[in-house]
């Protein structure tokens, strides 16, 4: 079965960096859709970052400029690299997957099918 566990959490000052890591396994990595999401204590959740089949990127505009999402399909591994953190990052954050879909070219839906059990980060200011 699909299994995704992140790793990298923890707590920074305001500024810092983390880097986050999400291990796949059960299924064919390469093909999916992979995305880093977030979800702070009385707020919804929200994506952060996501990496489709072919490599394209979106990240949320929140983060962009600071968090860089990557992945490597040789290695079953999805990272997030976060730099200049500030508090309001704080939240735990999760890996997910779903397949792709196909129109024209292949795109990531909206809504992710497989879900990591998170990792929290905390940002102090």
């Known amino acids: 079965q699909v299994q995704l566990v992140e790793s990298g959490g923890g707590s920074v000052q305001s500024g810092g960096s983390l880097r986050l890591s999400c291990a796949a396994s059960g299924y064919t990595y390469s093909r999916y859709c992979m995305g880093w999401f977030r979800q702070a204590p009385g707020k919804e959740r929200e994506g952060v970052a996501r990496?489709?089949?072919?490599?394209?990127?979106s990240y949320a505009d929140s983060v962009k400029g600071r968090f860089t999402i990557s992945r490597d399909n040789a290695k079953n591994t999805l990272d997030l690299q976060m730099n200049s953190l500030k508090p309001e990052d704080t939240a735990m954050y999760y890996c997910a997957a779903v397949g792709p879909l196909y129109g024209t070219t292949w795109y990531c839906p909206a809504d992710f099918t497989y879900w990591g059990q998170g990792t929290q980060v905390t940002v102090s200011s």
């Open positions: 990496i489709g089949r072919d490599g394209s990127i």
